[in-house]
């Protein structure tokens, strides 16, 4: 009985969450590849890190590239990149870039 008393506030949620997540698009667009980045980053070093229009983003084989930029807005590989899945979200660690 008390399930079923339950059942009318359970429901909407579990239905919530499907919609709510879609696996195909977790970043599928580079602001939300950034902002993965820059959480990854500002947990990595501690504080915050630069705002979002300083950052660059390359999709390239389902991975974005997120780089800081520099000051001529060219990737800056000396300061930090983070790779992140486009399907799952899931971001590498925030390192220095060997090479873009």
Partial sequence: M???SLLP???PLSLAACVAFD???AAGKA???ISIARDVCSTAWAKPVPAENHWGAQLTGGVWHIWLRDHYGRPSCALA???VNRQ???ASDCM?????
Avoid at 96 to 100: E, R, T
């Fill in 2 to 4: 008390m399930i079923r």
């Fill in 9 to 11: 506030f359970l429901l």
């Fill in 23 to 25: 696996p195909q698009h």
């Fill in 31 to 33: 602001s939300t590849a």
């Fill in 81 to 83: 990149m983070v790779r």
């Fill in 88 to 90: 799952t979200g899931i």
């Fill in 96 to 100: 220095a870039c060997p090479s873009f």
